[in-house]
C-alpha cells in the first residue's frame, strides 16, 4: 500500500520507461474529507516492482486565477507516441465545470502544458448547458490499432442526468473530435461512471470502470452510498455494444479507480482503497498490484501477485506441524492424515473440527500483526468454514472469514465479546458440497484482502483490532487442509519518525 507521508493519494495512472514503473496521482492533505479537499497538482513516484515506490517532486500544478484548470489538475493518464509522453489530465474551474487537458513531456519529470488546453469538452448531449459542475474527467487514451486511431474514454453525464462513458477520437493525440457516450447506464441508483480502462485482449475489449451511486464528492459516510464498485464490461468494438458479463462487479464496498496496465504479456489490476474515521471517508491509499487472469469463458479474475523480491516467513504449515498445542474452544478437533504420497517431511494433514450446530473454534497462540492466512475448506450439509485473525485466544474477539456452504457466500465478519458477529461485508460466492475451496486473508495494517478460490473478493480497512492470534472457526461438517500462515515482507521498511511530511494547509 502506498501514500506519501502526510498525504492521501487516489485517481492514478502508471507508465513504464526504460525498465522504470512511474505513478503520477491525484494527492491532498490526509484526514481533510469530512471538512473539504485541494487537488492542485499530481503527485509522482517511481518503481521497480509496483509495490514499492520512491515519490518525487509533484507536477502539474493548477492553472493562474481565471484559468480553465485553476482549481485543480486531476486523474491523469498517460500515453507514449515516438518517445514522447503525452499526459491528458482533469482541470475544474470555479464553477466546478470539468475538462480535459494535454501536457507531454520527453521524460516523465519536466512537464508542459499545451497552450490550446482543453482539448476534450463533452459535447452538447452532456450536462454541458448547466454550466455548473459539468462531468467531464477521468481520461483514458487507447491506441485503436485496427483503426489506426487514438480513442479516449472519460466521465460524463448526459443532458437528462443519466451517467455515462463519452468517448472521442484523435490522429494526433492533439485535435480531438467528439464521439458522444459509449455506454450509457439506464440505472439510476448509478449516479455516476468513473475511472474507464480499456483493455484489448485477443480480438476482444475489456471496459473496466468504477460504477457509483451516492455523494458526489469526499468526506461521506461509506453507508450514503448505494453502488460503489469496480465492474467491466466486453465488445467485440472498442466504441460500443458492450455488454456485462456473469462476473460484471469485480469488488465492492470500499475500492474505486482501477488500473489495467500490461507489462511484458502481464496486465496487473491496482485499485484505490477507501480509508474510515469514524465512520467517514477521509483518505485513501494505492492497492499492491495484482494479476488480471483471462478465463477460457471470456471473463476474468483477479489473483494475488507477489513480486519475485517480496519474501515470506513461514509462521504455520499444516503440512509439517501438527496442531495438538493450539486452543480449542466449542468441543474436541481432530487431525488425520490423508494423501502420504507426498515428499517424505510433508503430509496432507485433515484438521476436522467437532461437527454439530455450535461454533468451534482452533486458535493458535502466536501473537502478531501482519501476515497471510490461507486454507481449503471441504463441508458437508451446508455448513461454515473459517479462518480467524486478529483475535484473543479465547476466540471471544477478532476478526473472522468465512466460507458459508448453506448461504453460498463469502463473509468477513468483526467478533466483539459478548455479542453475536457483526457483518462487515458479504459477497455471494458459488461453493459446492463435499469439494475443497480455498480461502485466503492477506492483513497488511489495516487493510483486509480476502480470497475465494484464487480470486479476489472483498477489500476492506479495519482499524478495531491491530494485533492477534490466528486460528479456524467450524460450525457443521467442516474439515481443513493446507493451512498455511506466512508473514510478508513489508513494502518498505521506515524506521519509526524517519519521514516527514510536506505542509499542504486545506486552507490558504
Given at each position: 500500500m502506498y501514500h506519501f507521508p502526510g498525504e492521501y493519494v487516489t485517481d492514478f495512472c502508471i507508465v513504464r520507461r526504460e525498465g522504470l514503473y512511474h505513478l503520477f496521482h491525484i494527492r491532498g492533505e490526509r484526514w481533510t474529507w469530512p471538512v473539504g479537499y485541494r487537488e492542485l497538482d499530481l503527485g509522482h513516484a517511481t518503481s521497480t516492482d509496483l509495490r514499492?515506490?520512491?515519490?518525487?517532486?509533484?507536477?502539474?500544478?493548477?492553472?493562474?486565477a481565471g484559468a480553465w484548470d485553476e482549481c485543480g489538475n486531476w486523474?491523469?493518464?498517460?500515453?507514449?507516441?515516438?518517445g514522447r509522453y503525452y499526459c491528458f489530465y482533469t482541470g475544474s474551474d470555479r464553477n466546478n465545470n470539468q475538462a480535459i487537458g494535454l501536457a507531454t513531456s520527453p521524460d516523465l519529470f519536466e512537464w508542459e502544458k499545451y497552450a490550446g488546453n482543453p482539448v476534450v469538452v463533452p459535447g452538447p448531449w452532456s450536462d454541458i448547458a448547466t454550466g455548473r459542475d459539468v462531468a467531464g474527467r477521468d481520461a483514458m487514451a487507447f491506441y485503436d490499432q485496427l483503426a489506426d486511431r487514438y480513442l479516449l474514454y472519460y466521465t460524463a453525464?448526459?443532458?437528462?442526468?443519466?451517467?455515462?462513458?463519452?468517448?472521442?477520437?484523435?490522429?494526433?493525440?492533439?485535435?480531438?473530435?467528439?464521439?458522444g457516450p459509449t455506454y450509457i447506464e439506464e440505472d439510476r441508483s448509478y449516479n455516476r461512471l468513473e475511472s474507464p480502462y480499456l483493455v484489448e485482449r485477443d480480438g476482444r475489449y475489456y471496459l473496466f470502470y468504477s460504477a457509483k451511486g451516492g455523494p458526489k464528492s469526499k468526506g461521506f459516510s461509506p453507508r450514503d452510498f448505494a453502488h460503489f464498485d469496480i465492474v467491466y464490461q466486453v465488445s467485440d468494438s472498442p466504441?460500443?455494444?458492450?455488454s456485462k458479463p456473469a462476473n460484471h462487479l469485480l469488488i465492492e464496498g470500499t475500492t474505486c479507480a482501477s488500473e489495467h496496465p500490461t507489462f511484458d504479456s502481464t496486465t496487473y489490476m491496482l485499485y484505490i482503497i477507501q480509508e474510515e474515521i469514524e465512520g467517514i471517508w477521509g483518505a485513501s491509499v494505492l492497492s499492491d498490484p495484482k494479476r488480471l487472469d483471462w478465463l477460457e469463458d471470456g471473463t476474468v479474475r483477479i489473483r494475488e501477485h507477489l513480486p519475485q523480491n517480496v519474501r515470506a516467513q513461514?509462521?504455520?504449515?499444516?503440512?509439517?506441524?501438527?496442531?495438538?498445542?493450539?486452543?480449542?474452544?466449542?468441543?474436541?478437533?481432530?487431525?488425520?492424515?490423508?494423501?502420504t504420497t507426498r515428499a517424505s517431511a510433508e503430509v496432507l494433514r485433515l484438521i476436522s473440527?467437532?461437527?454439530?450446530?455450535?461454533?468451534?473454534?482452533?486458535?493458535?497462540?502466536?501473537?502478531?500483526?501482519?501476515?497471510s492466512l490461507a486454507a481449503e475448506i471441504w463441508s458437508e450439509g451446508g455448513g461454515i468454514g473459517s479462518l480467524v485473525?486478529?483475535?484473543?485466544?479465547?476466540a471471544l474477539a477478532g476478526y473472522r472469514i468465512s466460507l458459508d456452504f448453506g448461504r453460498q457466500s463469502i463473509g468477513f465478519y468483526l467478533l466483539f465479546?459478548?455479542?453475536?458477529?457483526?457483518?462487515?461485508?458479504?459477497?455471494?460466492?458459488s461453493l459446492e458440497s463435499s469439494t475443497w475451496h480455498s480461502v485466503k486473508v492477506v492483513v497488511q495494517g489495516k487493510f483486509f484482502e480476502i480470497y475465494v478460490d484464487d480470486t479476489l473478493s472483498i477489500v476492506h480497512d479495519q482499524r478495531v483490532y491491530e494485533e492477534g492470534c490466528f486460528g479456524l472457526h467450524a460450525q457443521g461438517q467442516i474439515q481443513f487442509r493446507n493451512v498455511h500462515a506466512a508473514v510478508i515482507t513489508p513494502a518498505l521498511a521506515v524506521p519509526p519518525w524517519s519521514q516527514q511530511v510536506r505542509p499542504r494547509h486545506l486552507f490558504p
Open positions: 514499492t515506490w520512491t515519490p518525487h517532486p509533484p507536477v502539474l500544478p493548477a492553472g493562474p486523474a491523469p493518464d498517460i500515453i507514449e507516441k515516438d453525464t448526459m443532458s437528462d442526468g443519466r451517467a455515462c462513458l463519452a468517448l472521442a477520437q484523435s490522429h494526433n493525440l492533439i485535435d480531438w473530435s467528439d464521439l466504441t460500443g455494444g458492450w513461514v509462521l504455520y504449515d499444516s503440512s509439517t506441524t501438527g496442531v495438538a498445542d493450539w486452543v480449542q474452544h466449542g468441543g474436541p478437533w481432530y487431525e488425520t492424515i490423508g494423501d473440527g467437532p461437527g454439530g450446530e455450535h461454533e468451534a473454534f482452533l486458535m493458535n497462540t502466536r501473537w502478531g500483526t501482519d501476515l485473525v486478529r483475535a484473543n485466544p479465547s465479546p459478548g455479542q453475536e458477529a457483526q457483518t462487515i461485508q458479504e459477497r455471494p460466492v
